[in-house]
């Protein structure tokens, strides 16, 4: 092993400083004197003895490294070498008309397996079998083949030839048992029953090994078996053949048994104790990592970070780092990590499941579908993929599709407070309010202190026009967590809607005082004075709103009308026109338009000296604007007498005094009510009662709580011996690969051990 030459420089510095130090110290307390008192001779003597105790452990790190080094080069040197001379020995035999080239393709195949080279090996088995090769050992390795590339359900079908026609070994055995946990997940029952058979199976072949009781611990854990789980795990510690590494895994999975039961902390202590007996131990570290996250300990990142340097190919150690840089927010190093798990274990549902719920929370729906599905493919039973679908079909606005799945999802884990406010959330948008409040009373019940229910609970009672039990439920949700903008402002709306404008102004302020990004709060406070007629305080917050909410068109509407009270029809015909730029269908913003230019030519004219004056002119063509919107808002309401008095005038000032005559009389045979009422007015001055604000649609302004998918998803690892795959192998030139592997991936993690240390 090279060291560089830093790190010499380094030692050799602490070798000296500890020498010096040492031998100063010892002099000095020997001889102490008034001008030297013994107590500096101690410190610099336990300084020398601190320095050399810290070179000591760096040079055992640095011998501990280079011996294993050395025997992982030659471990790794031996797998090279038989790996190599195998193939060259096989392809030198696929052309063998002996019959001899069935079974070198048999072997390569094996060897490919060896290498994780799954596509080749899963080719060449193919070709073996079109060769006629059908015992057991070719069932067995091509299903471990296929399960490593995750075709668990091709896998099972291989490994149960395999068991049929296997009486010798206990390879397809655990492999059965292996593939039948990650399998047919509605079948769960029944496939644990058989994977426990399948392991008795093991152990009548191959005896009482450590790895047998560790499976059928797992397998137990399965079944929610936890106390027969901690018992199989124990048997494994006294079996023939367990080592201070098998122990190591013993005691990470006897943590898994107790972290099912509750029991976070002598799990714990199980995954402390399996790091003891195997430093490298990455599984372990990882899981450990899981609890201290759990229990909000601020160094768990670092812990997951050591785990995958520990055993970077891992997929559960990969994923639940990357579980852990989502939750702290690191989100695109999180999505590398799951990316990496999926490739190192295409049939692990979590990863998927959490890419899925990272775009899907980002709203990139293509993305977040495909690996949600693939989730769901793998395992249908998680209500979590549910969930996460669910609120895919809520951001499609596929309320039914989003609640038929929400119903399942309920029924495999009951009463999930996210899935309640989310299914009731579909079942307001499909009208059944009553149900949607029943769902959120459950769901209050269940989780008192969630503002989020509470405030959707609110929403819904706004959905049936009680603003006074919506008021209540906000106020609830307020007291339980005041820093939601959202609560503040559907509180405010209430405020408005029982006529409480001052204390709606002080919601909307708290809302964006809370979050300055939540700019429609500006149009409510615009609302609120302006009811109050403040019309310079509602048309400043207002052109806040035109800024952020250029599309909402109740707000150009109130914008002009608040100018046209202000006396600025310019500005007034701007936020008109815009309005029936985006609407041709009411016939108040026609109206309102053709009022705004029939005024401001009103206005002109007053500066005009004469008819010949440009003002004057301009102050006609402004009227004949005005008659073209009254005849479009005519157009949609023919009847109305208001509009044929404006329009009248609109004529008259437009030099069409028999238009104008002709509209009066119209009005006068309409309504004739009207007529009187307006009869002294109604050839000199507009009629601007349709001038008014757009009422403030509270439902519509309304936030309900965004649909949620629940948290990213951990798994915690077995120990390293279940999870490997058994192949079989009869032939001497790889009959010692697969132990020279696992020797090779226990040596590497012990490097990295040390080298952490």
Known sequence: MRIGRAVVIRWLIIGFFAVVGGVLGWSLVKEADAHVPRGVGAFLGALGAGALLYLVSGARVLIGTAINRNKLNSVNGRVRHALSHAEEVYEKQLDDKNGAASTARLHLAIAHLLQDELE?????????????????IFFNNAGVALAKRGNITQSVEMFQKAVAQNGHKGQPHVNLAHAYLQAFADEEQLLIERALEEIDESVKVDGEKPVHFHRRGLVLLRAKRFDDAIQAFRKAMEADGASKLTNADTHNDLGLAQFSKGDIRNAKMQFQMALRNDPGHGRALSNLGVMQLLEGAPDALDTMRNAIRLDPRSAPVRNNLGYALARSKTVNEGIREFKEAILLDPSFFEPYYNLGKVYLDAQLLEVAERNLNRAHQLNPTSWEIMLAVAVMRMQQEHW????????EANKVSRNQPVILNNLATCIAMDGDYPRAQ?????????????????????????????????ANEMIVAIGLNHSVARYHNNYGLCQIGRGDYDGAVGSFRRALELDPEYHKAHYHVGYAYAVQNKQDMAIKEWEITERVEPTFVDCHVNLGVAYFMKGNYEASITEFKRVIAVRQHRMEDFSNLGLALAKMGVTIRKGARNREDPKWKESTERHKLAVDMFDRALALEPNNVMLHSNRGLACFFANRAEDAVTEWALVTKIDPSYARKREKVMQTEFDESAIKYAELNILERADRVPARTADYLYRLSPGYDTEEWAVIIDDKNLSDVPNLMVRSRQLERTIKALRIE
């Open 400 to 407: 039914n599709q989003a609640a038929q799945m929400l119903e």
């Open 438 to 470: 029943q769902l959120l009373e459950k769901a209050t019940e269940i989780d008192a202190t969630n503002g989020d229910i509470h405030s959707q609970l609110g929403w819904v009672y706004l959905l049936q026009e009680n603003v006074s039990m919506c």
């Open 120 to 136: 080749k090996s899963v080719q060449e088995f193919q070709q073996a079998g079109r060769m006629g090769v059908g015992e057991s």
